[in-house]
T-cell receptor, first 112, second 118 residues
């Protein structure tokens, strides 16, 4: 595809349920980022991959959050035992250079 | 630590008015990048501009212009002759230039909701 694709667009999870959010970056983009955007706030950095290597995961809020990019392309953000405070839009971005990032439309997660 | 402040939470204007969105940043780095993104209701962040810390020349792109002033740590964005399609949330962001190993993680402001009324 032409842009960054994220799925699902919307996810409703019951508290305690595990969820997996998928990101298909732009083909050939080495860098991939995940951000969390709470309602009415700016996006906040979660984690960064360069190819399959996770070089920075300092923004992950707890050990319930886990991200992977096993083949250096598609990435999955997994949240275990979801809690209400996890409700947010999760944005994925990819870049060819380390400066300019292209964002997907995000996955809106609602934990009920 | 890096910080971006967008003091204007919401701005409402009438079509054809000019509007300026303010952005103030804090960083200890001497080399950094500043960005503006537009977020329409669809949710996707649309890149508008990138500026590096050594280039204080103002930039104009159509109805958009940006004023970077290092002395006041500000990077303001002006839309001239606003249109209804400009209605969106606008984010200012900062990235340190630490090299490829740390990527280009962005620190965003809280955004300004711009509403342009017909």
């Amino acid at each position: 595809g032409a842009g960054v694709s994220q799925s699902p667009r919307y996810k409703v999870a019951k508290r305690g349920q595990d969820v997996a959010l998928r990101c298909d970056p732009i083909s050939g983009h080495v860098s991939l980022f995940w951000y969390q955007q709470a309602l009415g706030q700016g996006p906040e950095f979660l984690t960064y991959f360069q190819n399959e290597a996770q070089l920075d995961k300092s923004g992950l809020p707890s050990d319930r959050f886990f991200a992977e990019r096993p083949e250096g392309s598609v990435s999955t953000l997994k949240i275990q035992r979801t809690q209400q405070e996890d409700s947010a839009v999760y944005l994925c971005a990819s870049s060819e250079t380390w400066i300019e990032a292209f964002f997907g439309q995000g996955t809106r997660l609602t934990v009920v | 630590a890096q910080k971006v402040t967008q003091a204007q939470t919401e701005i409402s204007v009438v079509e054809k008015e000019d509007v300026t969105l303010d952005c103030v940043y804090e960083t200890r780095d001497t080399t950094y990048y500043l960005f503006w993104y537009k977020q329409p209701p669809s949710g996707e962040l649309v890149f508008l501009i990138r500026r590096n810390s050594f280039d204080e020349q103002n930039e104009i792109s159509g109805r958009y212009s940006w004023n970077f002033q290092k002395s006041t740590s500000s990077f303001n964005f002006t839309i001239t002759a606003s249109q209804v399609v400009d209605s969106a949330v606008y984010f200012c962001a900062l990235s340190e230039a630490s090299g490829e190993t740390s990527g280009s993680r962005l620190t965003f402001g809280e955004g300004t909701q711009l509403t342009v009324n017909p």
